[in-house]
């Protein structure tokens, strides 16, 4: 897959974010990460830079909506999920171990 510059430089800031939380000893978190991102962007001066720290955050919130989707469609098939283990026991009354 070809990337452009501004996605090379985004996963380079993603990962120093990432790395600052860690080596902060601070909790790691999209919420800590999207901080620390907004922090590196509003210190920024070099005006690619600091486009690419808002890239990658544009990056994480769109990640983190594609999970939220994805937990709604998970929760809405919870009914067609036929439970196999229950406290029931076998349908026939015998034991197995």
Do not use: W
Not at 8 to 30: F, N, P, Q, R, Y
Not at 54 to 81: H, M, P
Not at 85 to 97: I, M, S, V
Request: glycine share 6%; charged share 25%.
């Amino acid at each position: 897959m070809l990337r452009n510059k501004q996605e090379k430089l985004a996963d380079i800031l993603l990962g120093e974010a990432v790395l600052a939380l860690l080596s902060g000893a601070a909790h790691v978190s999209t919420t800590a990460l999207l901080e620390q991102l907004q922090a590196m962007a509003a210190a920024e001066k070099d005006a690619e830079i600091k486009s690419a720290c808002k890239f990658a955050i544009s990056e994480v919130r769109r990640y983190l909506a594609a999970g939220r989707t994805q937990a709604v469609l998970n929760d809405s098939d919870c009914d067609t999920v036929i439970h196999v283990l229950n406290n029931d026991g076998p349908a026939d009354g015998t034991r197995r171990h």
